[in-house]
């Protein structure tokens, strides 16, 4: 195998929080002294793509807004593509709200007859978004999108829930489905990722600390993944689990052993 692109997870994988995860310095270096194209895919909802920009700075990295997608862009282009002229109601935070408008996206009160409901991480959720929630989606005509499926997600300190706590709980009163769930590993984010990587998916290795977001995404599309330790996947899980990483690793910083094994 000759890897061409690599598609990198964020948090759990080269930091937590602001700081940097042990290890992944040498193994962003170890990607580019191969030469390799790469993407960072996040999951988080909230933020654009160059508040990454800041927090690799603060965590002593380098890279451009251009490397980054999150569920946050995801969403977007997906409505964009199958829903531009819905008017949306979102359960989420604002920096959801404020990617969705930028994208020239109808953000709405849940009493203004709302097209489609947005679920996602949102710090201030209660009984009152929840109530508004159900009500919205009783109507069947109602489309129910949630940002992407991670119910923990690792917090500086420790792991937190993340929106698919909230789009679970959004699920259970309404007593059905959303429609898609968007962010890794949706077709939307894959698509995403390959075209900024410019290469074929089976020429591209992913590396993340989630078996069904990131190594699904990569198993899903005929790519080389890695699992890193440093994340929220443990052994136990690991074992449980019906997807396969091709690899496991410590941590970023022993994906040059993945990378010396690729032959020309």
């Known amino acids: 195998m000759t890897y061409r692109g690599v598609i990198l997870d964020v948090d759990g994988t080269v930091v937590r929080g602001d700081e940097p995860i042990p290890g992944s310095g040498d193994g962003l270096d170890a990607i580019d002294a191969a030469g390799l194209e790469r993407v960072f895919v996040s999951n988080n909802p909230t933020k654009r793509p160059a508040a990454y920009v800041e927090r690799f700075a603060r965590a002593g990295f380098e890279m451009a807004a251009s490397e980054v997608i999150t569920a ?3 969403t977007a282009r997906y409505l964009r593509e199958e829903r531009p002229d819905d008017d949306l109601f979102v359960v989420g935070e604002s920096g959801l709200v404020d990617i969705l408008t930028d994208a020239g996206l ?5 009493d203004d007859s709302p097209d489609t409901l947005v679920a996602s991480v949102d710090e201030e959720f209660d009984y ?3 109530c508004e929630a159900l009500w919205t989606l009783s109507d069947d005509g109602v489309a129910f999108i949630g940002t992407d499926p991670d119910t923990v997600i690792p917090a500086a300190e420790r792991d937190v829930p993340g929106s698919g706590a909230i789009i679970n709980a ?3 009163v309404a007593e059905r489905d959303p429609d898609v769930v968007l962010g890794k590993p949706s077709d939307t984010a894959r698509d995403m990722a390959l075209e900024h990587l410019g290469v074929p998916a089976e020429s591209v290795l992913v590396v993340g600390d989630r078996l069904d977001t990131d190594i699904a995404l ?3 599309a005929g790519m080389t993944t890695a699992l890193v330790k440093t994340g929220v996947t443990d052994e136990e899980t690991l ?3 019906s997807i396969t990483p091709d690899y496991v690793l410590d941590s970023l910083g022993d994906v040059s052993k993945v990378l010396t094994e690729q032959t020309v």
């Open 72 to 74: 946050g862009t995801v």
């Open 106 to 110: 109808s953000v709405v009160e849940a």
């Open 170 to 172: 959004i699920a259970g």
């Open 239 to 241: 074992a449980a689990s």
């Open 128 to 130: 009152d978004s929840l």
């Open 218 to 220: 990569g198993e899903r």
